[in-house]
């Protein structure tokens, strides 16, 4: 088989546009494999999918580390944890601060702290000269000491573990020095000012009345010391403005959406409306903002007409990203705990192999409704069968099979990246696997 023969022949730059408008139903992307279609100056986004994250409002909080995991190797192309992250913060050594930016507004639907913990145990995985960066490094924080308390957080100032606390702490307070936001007179948290060199913006899937969506580039009101000035004309251009300013702009290194669970109507307040069960990571703001846009829209929300500051962003003056889904290198990754949800099993499925990225061997899960005819098949990015898994008839159910990372040959495959395809009945769909050695 030929790569056009998987493929369809589609050059680069419509792949990207179909997968970011279609999200080829869990076909997962690894960086490695998008390079090799040929340069693109494109910004990266991941979305990060598993139905085993949330029950009811509970969260997974080992399926929530999962996504992190995966998601920032995935995002970085680095397969280790710590050195994904490090990649994320230019300059990084051990003796740097970084702040986690949450939203805890809506006690109901706050960034959940079971993802800001995914966040922090990441940076934590770091190690400069054989020492993990040091977990007091670390600062989760958003306006007030009561509301992080409120949505499940527990204040920590002290001198060792994970600090979280508030701008209305103790020797915390606003900035001296004031910023104009489109006419509006504002301070920043010192957290951001003075106290950190890099923020990770942890936001939560919400619509506003207001501002259409609540999304990361919102997150920084509760940044700014006097946010309710800043919510004439559907929040725009004070949100672009806002984001613009110097502290924010060049601290703000990456960020994520904890879509874990959303509110489509009558937010920012109330309790989740629905489950998304879905990470967003980028290091482009708006491009983020765009993605988590799609997600409340896809689920109904009706206020999106109002959420034009995303689009306000992308252009001049700003130029925060690109709301462009064909200037985006967008990867979806579908259930990497390969936990079971609560999935629908009465047609074809095919699971992301486990573990993924991996080495020796990994695991293949698939269902099929009805006895057939299956082949399981190992390709490289080339199009060349690497390896036949299945080629029978079997029964209605799941299967798991193994791929121990050898050819047909018995010869251990090179590292890299491989497609395995299942075929039955007209049913035909691949996952994208990554042999680490």
């Not at 999200?23 to 990060?48: C, E, H, K, T």
């Not at 409120?150 to 307070?173: D, P």
């Not at 079971?340 to 099929?368: A, C, E």
Request: aromatic share 8%; glycine share 10%.
């Amino acid at each position: 088989m030929t790569p056009q023969g998987f493929l369809g022949g589609l050059d680069r730059r419509t792949f990207l546009k179909i997968v970011s408008l279609t999200g080829l139903g869990g076909l997962v992307l690894p960086r490695s494999l998008l390079s090799s279609m040929g340069p693109l100056d494109a910004s990266r986004v991941v979305l990060i999918e598993d139905s085993a994250a949330t029950s009811g409002t509970t969260v997974n909080s080992a399926v929530a580390q999962s996504m992190m995991d995966c998601g920032i190797m995935s995002y970085s192309g680095r397969y280790d944890v710590g050195e994904a992250w490090k990649s994320m913060f230019p300059g990084i050594d051990a003796t740097k601060v970084i702040a986690i930016k949450v939203n805890c507004i809506n006690s109901s639907l706050s960034t959940h702290p079971e993802v800001a913990s995914a966040i922090a145990n990441g940076l934590t995985q770091m190690v400069f000269d054989g020492t993990p960066f040091p977990a007091n490094s670390i600062i989760i924080f958003d306006r007030t000491n009561w509301e992080l308390e409120s949505a499940g957080y527990t204040i920590n100032t002290s001198s060792t573990g994970v600090r979280c606390f508030g701008t209305n702490a103790s020797g915390v307070g606003y900035s001296s020095e004031t910023y104009d936001v489109n006419g509006s007179t504002q301070k920043l948290s010192t957290i951001v000012t003075e106290t950190s060199d890099y923020i990770v913006n942890a936001s939560v899937l919400k619509n506003h009345g207001t501002a259409g969506v609540t999304l990361s580039m919102k997150n920084h009101y509760g940044t700014c010391s006097s946010p309710g000035n800043l919510h004439g004309g559907d929040c725009d251009p004070y949100i672009p403005a806002l984001n613009s300013l110097a502290p924010i702009r060049g601290k703000q290194c990456v960020s994520i959406c904890d879509a874990l669970l959303g509110i489509y109507t009558g937010g920012p307040s109330g309790s989740p409306q629905f489950a998304a069960n879905t990470l967003i990571i980028s290091q482009d703001t708006v491009a983020m903002d765009y993605w988590g846009r799609e997600i409340l829209e896809d689920n109904g929300c009706t206020t999106i007409s109002r959420a034009h500051h995303i689009d306000t962003a992308a252009g001049d003056p700003y130029n925060l990203g690109t709301n462009d889904p064909g200037q985006m290198e967008v990867e979806h990754i579908v259930e990497p705990s390969g936990i079971d949800g609560p999935t629908q099993t009465s047609g074809y499925i095919l699971k992301q192999n486990q573990p993924n990225p991996f080495t020796g061997r990994t695991s293949i899960r698939f269902h099929v409704p009805e006895r057939a005819a299956i082949t399981l098949t190992v390709f490289n990015p080339e199009g060349r069968r690497v390896r036949e898994l299945a080629d029978r008839t079997i029964t209605p159910g799941w299967h798991r099979l193994e791929w121990d990372g050898r050819t047909d040959g018995g010869r251990p495959a090179a590292q890299g990246v491989y497609y395995c395809r299942l075929r039955t009945n007209g049913f035909d769909k691949s996952v994208i696997m990554q042999k680490l050695r």
